[in-house]
Every structure is written in structure tokens, then in C-alpha cells.
């Protein structure tokens, strides 16, 4: 799991760390702003205690993303590549395109592994609410179901993949005593995968990131299909950045929400 030629890390100095920062945070809140409505439209009622726990998860998931930017440097990761070549003034023109490919071919990689354990999860923790599901996956619901497609890839690629990643492979470079670039430690990068992967599907079920409270089962996230979505994810980020990783969740959800409310019109 090593960044590739074209994953262009940041030079170690970065000239807008706070106007980066503040543009991260920005996306996080406008995808939370995009999650709600969806959330609002199916999501269950949701008891003070729940709301407050949601909240604490998520503050302690915000705080990684400034800590991440403070060792992403040192670790050598590719971090947010296009934000750092635009703020720096530099041209995009000529990534987006292979991000794109790369995005879409990661997004097929998530379908092949996630899909045939989704039986196994559902013997595990069992099914979601039927009434709740239909009324998320309805034809009218469409429209709110790709915006919350969009939200959740800015928001939890950020919190999970640049910061949640990134200060985990830190704290195992320190840890291991490791100091500089960890690029060529695969063991240190797929420790800190598994575990932030684990967390993302052990957070799903608990709280979905919205406040809606779902089944919670330590063995149920190690095979639920949102855990092994998330070790692809993580990988598109140490190995190519963080837009790579935003592109191939939405693309990821969105083709899972298009298929999954249109193929009962298409073909009853």
C-alpha cells in the first residue's frame, strides 16, 4: 500500500493551512447539510441521549482532520491533493481525468468485496426496517437519497479517511519509533486501515453519523459490507488522496441508490 507516481504529495510547508482547514470543515458541514434532509425523511426518532452521543462521535472525528493536516507532512501521505495544488495556485487540469478512472474502478472493486459478505451480515445483525427502507429507496426519494450519496462522501472521507487514518498511521509510526515518511511501511498503513475501516462500520450501525440510532454489534461491523468498503477507501486515500477516495464513495453510493430504486421499476 505505497502512494503511487501520480499521488503528488504537498511540499512540507504548506502557505494556508487555516484557509485549508477552514474549506475541509466548509465540505463537512455542507455534506452533513446534505445527509440531513434524507435523515429527516426515513430516519427514526431519536432520544436525547442518542443525539448527544452522535454529537460527541462526531467532534471527536472533526478533531482529526486539523491533526491530520499537522502530520500528514512528515508521514509522506498524498493527503488532500488537488486542494493542495490549488492552493497553491497550481493547474488541476490533466488529474482529474485519471482521478476519475481510478475512482471508478475502485468503486467496482467495492461492489466485488462487499457484496457477497452482505448475506453474512444480514444472518449477523439481521435486516434494516423495512418501512424505512422503502421509504429511502422510493422513486420520489430519489433526489434526496443521491444528495445524501454526495454528503456522506465529503463528509466521512474527510473525518475518516484524512483524519481518522492519518492520526492512527501516526500514532503507529510513533509508537513504532518510526519517524519520517511511513510510505514503505505497509504494515503500519494497513493496521491504521483496518482499524479506522473497523470503526466506520462499527459507527454506522451504531449511530449512521446522522443521529439515527441502527443495530450495534462488534461481531456484526467485522462483516458488515460498509467495513470492507471502507479498507478500499482508505486505500484510495493513502495511495492516491483524498479526492480519489470523496470521488469513489459517491460513486459507490449513488450507483447503489440509482439500482437500487430504479431495477424494481425497470424490471417487475
Known amino acids: 500500500m505505497e502512494p503511487s507516481p501520480q499521488a503528488e504529495a504537498a511540499p512540507p510547508r504548506r502557505r494556508y493551512p487555516r484557509l485549508k482547514l477552514a474549506i475541509l470543515i466548509g465540505a463537512i458541514v455542507a455534506g452533513q447539510a446534505m445527509v440531513i434532509p434524507v435523515a429527516r425523511y426515513a430516519g427514526p426518532r431519536v432520544s436525547t441521549r442518542d443525539a448527544q452521543i452522535a454529537l460527541v462521535v462526531v467532534s471527536i472525528l472533526l478533531a482529526t482532520v486539523p491533526l491530520s493536516l499537522a502530520v500528514i507532512p512528515d508521514l509522506g501521505l498524498p493527503g488532500a491533493v488537488l486542494l493542495d495544488r490549488m492552493l497553491g495556485r497550481q493547474t488541476v487540469r490533466g488529474k482529474i481525468r485519471p482521478l476519475l478512472v481510478r475512482a471508478v474502478v475502485l468503486a467496482l472493486v467495492s461492489f ?157
Not at 459478505?117 to 418501512?131: C, E, K, N, S, T
Not at 466521512?156 to 511511513?182: C, D, N, Y
Not at 470521488?247 to 439500482?259: C, G, K, P
Open 112 to 268: 466485488a468485496v462487499s457484496f457477497p459478505i452482505l448475506p453474512l451480515r444480514l444472518r449477523v445483525v439481521g435486516g434494516p426496517d423495512q418501512a424505512r427502507l422503502s421509504r429511502v429507496l422510493a422513486p420520489r426519494a430519489l433526489g434526496l437519497t443521491m444528495l445524501s450519496g454526495v454528503g456522506a462522501g465529503l463528509q466521512e472521507e474527510i473525518m475518516f479517511r484524512l483524519g481518522l487514518l492519518s492520526v492512527f498511521i501516526w500514532i503507529l509510526a510513533r509508537t513504532a519509533r518510526i519517524r519520517g515518511p511511513v510510505t514503505d511501511r505497509r504494515a503500519i498503513l494497513w493496521i491504521a486501515n483496518l482499524a479506522q475501516a473497523y470503526l466506520f462500520g462499527l459507527m454506522h450501525q451504531a449511530l449512521a453519523l446522522t443521529g439515527s440510532v441502527g443495530n450495534f454489534s462488534m461481531l456484526g461491523a467485522l462483516v458488515d459490507p460498509r467495513t470492507v468498503v471502507a479498507i478500499v477507501f482508505g486505500y484510495a486515500a493513502i495511495r492516491y488522496g483524498l479526492e480519489t477516495a470523496i470521488a469513489t464513495h459517491v460513486l459507490f453510493d449513488e450507483s447503489i441508490f440509482v439500482a437500487a430504486t430504479l431495477w424494481p421499476l425497470l424490471f417487475r
